[in-house]
């Protein structure tokens, strides 16, 4: 059993950077594929970002692409999302999430292991 510890969330004003950690408690994480994922009141749990568990290949849903960077250190059992020129509809919660087997990286189901989450507000 993985657990993950996402961290890094803030108040930020629109034109913002912030970057999130996701810390897992394992070095098996290392061997699975990484994600983002967020959810904002009143709406579905979306994709954000993943990245394969070489590290080599990332995905970006649309919407972010170009503002936002994933990436993992395999060394610290660690992911990260940079998140820069925020905008106010980016507001949500970002959970990190780790794959054992893989699939359609951009589904949820693809997923076994969440974290709690952290808060991301962009005041406009």
């Known amino acids: 059993q993985v657990q993950l510890v996402e961290s890094g969330g803030g108040l930020v004003q629109a034109g913002g950077s912030l970057r999130l950690s996701c810390s897992a408690s394992q070095r098996t994480f290392s061997n699975y594929d990484a994600a983002w994922f967020r959810q904002a009141p009143g709406k579905e749990r979306e994709f954000v970002a993943a990245i394969t568990r070489s590290g080599l290949s990332t995905y970006y849903a649309p919407s972010v692409k170009g503002r936002f960077t994933i990436s993992r250190d395999k060394s610290k059992n660690e992911a990260y999302l940079q998140l820069s020129s925020l905008k106010s509809e980016d507001t949500a919660r970002y959970f990190c999430?780790?794959?054992?087997?893989?699939?359609?990286?951009?589904?949820?189901?693809?997923?076994?292991?969440w974290g709690q989450g952290t808060q991301v507000t962009v005041s406009s």
């Open positions: 999430a780790a794959a054992v087997v893989g699939g359609d990286l951009r589904t949820a189901n693809a997923y076994d292991y």
